[in-house]
């Protein structure tokens, strides 16, 4: 099976303007999560959508928002950038089958610079 | 809140020594807790889980209800082992955030 996907893997931007991350789980896999990692708060929860419905999120501005399609392919925007919002920007699937113990499967990331 | 906390930012020990990479919880009923570890330039990745109950790569973890603990222990270090290693709750379906430990450095020297 195929890993799970971020693209774009680097992106720079400027302050206020917005971005749109992208994330293709595991094929098969329902649950897509997102996290903000950083080196000083480490990994942080930012939401977690599960068959097209946000079912968890963190405790992130309204700024930072997503949305699940129907094939689970995940995408989180980020408006009205900041300076602290640059970080690695993690996606993880899960195939949880209403088990939240599941493993989650990580992607690589996307490092968003904000200049 | 349910939330894990790693209380060492960095270990540093020599190849053949004991390691103990520290985990603490707080949460009510009966946990469900993860190890996960991200070597230099690859993906987070599951090292082990709670229950599984198995050994990966020489590291144990078990639960301590008495102390709440899920330490992550390997009898002998290698060079290999040097990553960074997150303790992580499982996904909640909502009902808390879950919030992954800060992680450890853990670096091994040869």
């Known amino acids: 099976k195929a890993g799970v996907t971020q693209t774009p893997r680097y992106l720079i931007k400027t302050r206020g303007q917005q971005v749109t991350l992208s994330c293709s789980p595991i094929?098969?896999?329902?649950?897509v999560s997102w996290y903000q990692q950083t080196p000083g708060q480490g990994l942080q929860f930012l939401f977690e959508y599960f068959s097209e419905t946000q079912r968890n999120k963190g405790n992130f501005p309204g700024r930072f928002s997503g949305r699940q399609f129907s094939n689970s392919r995940s995408e989180m925007n980020v408006s009205t950038l900041e300076l602290g919002d640059s970080a690695l920007y993690l996606c993880a699937s899960s195939s949880d089958r209403g088990n939240p113990w599941a493993e989650q499967y990580f992607g690589p990331g996307t490092r968003l610079t904000v200049t | 809140a349910q939330r894990v906390t790693q209380p060492e930012k960095l270990l540093s020990v020599f190849k053949g020594a004991p390691v103990e990479l520290k985990c603490n919880y707080s949460y009510s009923g009966s946990p469900e807790l993860f190890w996960y570890v991200q070597y230099s330039r690859q993906r987070l990745q599951l090292l082990l889980r709670h229950i599984s109950r198995e050994s990966i790569k020489g590291f144990t973890a078990d639960l301590n209800k008495g102390e709440t603990s899920f330490h992550l222990k390997k009898p002998f270090a290698q060079e290999e082992d040097s990553a960074m290693y997150y303790c992580?709750?499982?996904?909640?379906?909502?009902?808390?955030?879950?919030?992954f430990g800060r992680g450890t450095s853990l670096i091994v020297h040869p």
């Open positions: 992580a709750p499982p996904l909640s379906g909502g009902s808390y955030i879950p919030t």
């Open positions: 094929s098969g896999h329902r649950s």
